[in-house]
């Protein structure tokens, strides 16, 4: 089993930055990939960003538009969003996910394995 934690959520005004961090535990050995996805009132969950452990390579949904950077510390198991020049309509619940393999799409949420419970970003106008 594998335990993610997401923290660093909070209120922000537009045009601010927050950094999102997700620390994973328990059999994470196994990890192809972790992302980031996120919920905001009222509408589906979507995909922000995604890293490959293994070379590293780093995707991003078209809003982000060079805003977010999404990193990783393998030596801490700790996967960031940094998040920049943030808009009101960021405002969302913020999920952390992990993807056991290779298969599919990593924008595709159902096939992530495990999830965190989410932090709140909440950015005013």
């Known amino acids: 089993q594998v335990q993610l934690a997401e923290s660093g959520g909070g209120l922000v005004q537009a045009g601010g930055s927050l950094r999102l961090s997700c620390a994973a535990s328990g059999r994470t050995f196994s990890t192809y990939a972790m992302g980031w996805f996120r919920q905001a009132p009222g509408k589906e969950r979507e995909f922000v960003a995604a890293v490959r452990m293994s070379p590293g390579s780093t995707f991003y949904a078209e809003f982000v538009q060079g805003r977010f950077i999404i990193s990783r510390d393998n030596a801490k198991n700790i996967l960031y969003l940094q998040m920049n020049s943030l808009k009101p309509e960021d405002t969302a619940v913020y999920y952390c996910?992990?993807?056991?393999?290779?298969?599919?799409?990593?924008?595709?949420?159902?096939?992530?394995?495990?999830w965190g419970l989410g932090t709140q970003v909440t950015v005013s106008s």
């Open positions: 996910a992990l993807k056991s393999n290779g298969l599919g799409s990593l924008g595709n949420e159902n096939l992530y394995n495990y």
